[in-house]
């Protein structure tokens, strides 16, 4: 993988799990509202969103070359949080309750499995001349694939604080 990538891959998840290491797990299990995810569900949903895209590239490069090679604009949909996205059902978290050490080592178990999986790709160039359908992106290259890990963690560490900044606003009412 290139080093911008892995750079993004690396930062992102830091930021992430910045975010929420000083949650206690009360906190992190709070909920805003009856139908929303609470953080342990944003991030529980994270780690099923990268191991489906482990599976999803798995079957992209089993695949024949991709007819499409039109690139999209990954960053324009996943970092506009104006428009919601549904997740699919394969990637709903479950309910919980969540320990935040027992997110982070879910967290730490994918993004190395990830990596892992990445490093047996020999040819990286081909990751650009196949593709699969997403769920939110359609017929995605499988390069994009894998920038899409980063921008949607990115998508909801912004979710997270503002869960956050909410989870305090009902704490000074009460």
């Keep these: 993988m290139n080093k911008l990538v892995n750079g993004n891959l690396d930062e992102t998840r830091n930021a992430l799990v910045k975010e929420i290491t000083l949650l206690n797990d009360a906190q992190f299990n709070s909920k805003t509202d009856l139908h929303k995810w609470s953080i342990a569900q944003v991030c529980h949903h994270l780690v099923l969103v990268e191991k489906a895209s482990i599976k999803a590239i798995t079957w992209g ?38 320990e935040v050490k027992q997110v982070v080592d879910l967290l730490n178990d994918s993004r190395g499995k990830l990596m892992s999986f990445l490093s047996t790709i020999e040819d990286k160039s081909i990751l650009a001349e196949k593709s699969m359908k997403h769920p939110a992106l359609g017929e995605l290259p499988l390069d994009q694939w894998i920038e899409q890990i980063y921008l949607h963690e990115q998508r909801h560490i912004e979710q997270i604080k503002e869960i956050k900044i909410t989870l305090r606003c009902k704490v000074k009412e009460d």
Excluded: H, Y
């Design 61 to 98: 490069l089993k695949g024949p070359n991709s007819n499409q090679n039109e690139r999209k604009n990954v960053p324009f949909v996943l970092l506009d949080r104006t428009k919601k996205l549904i997740a699919p059902k394969i990637v709903e978290p479950d309910e919980g309750p969540f």
